[in-house]
C-alpha cells in the first residue's frame, strides 16, 4: 500500500491527532452525528485518507480540518498539528459578564448572589 492510499478509522484518527481525549470521545460523536467527512455523516469504522475534510462539533465547537497524514497510534501534540490543516473559525471569545463566572478569590457565593444567578438562569433558560 503507498503513502496516499494509506487508511485509518475515523474515531481513531480523531483521538490520534488530539482532537478529542479519549477515543471512546470520538466514537461517540461519530455515532451522535457530530464528524462529517467531505460532509457526509460517518460512522466510527469509517475509513480516512489523505485530503479527506474532517468536521467535528465537540465541546460546543465546530473543528473544520483536512488530513495531511494519516496516522492510527497517538502521536504528540507537536507532531499531531502536522497531521492536519486547520480550517476551524476562530474561537468565539468569551463574554466579560458570563453567567456562573466569579472573580478568583471572591470566596463562596452569598445567598443574595445565588438567588440573582437562579433568577438570570432562570429568566435565560425561558427565552
Known sequence: MTPSEETARV?????SVRLT????????ACR???VRL?????RPAHAVRVGDEVRLRHLGR???VVVSRVVRKRVGAPV??????DNSPPE????????GRRDPGAGRPTKRDRREWERLHDH????
Open 11 to 15: 474515531d481513531s484518527w480523531i483521538w
Open 21 to 28: 481525549r479519549t477515543r471512546s470521545q470520538a466514537a461517540a
Open 32 to 34: 451522535a452525528g457530530h
Open 38 to 42: 467531505n460532509g457526509e455523516r460517518v
Open 62 to 64: 465546530e473543528r473544520i
Open 80 to 85: 499531531a498539528v502536522e497531521c492536519y490543516v
Open 92 to 99: 468565539q471569545p468569551r463574554e466579560a459578564g458570563a453567567v
Open 124 to 127: 435565560l433558560r425561558d427565552h
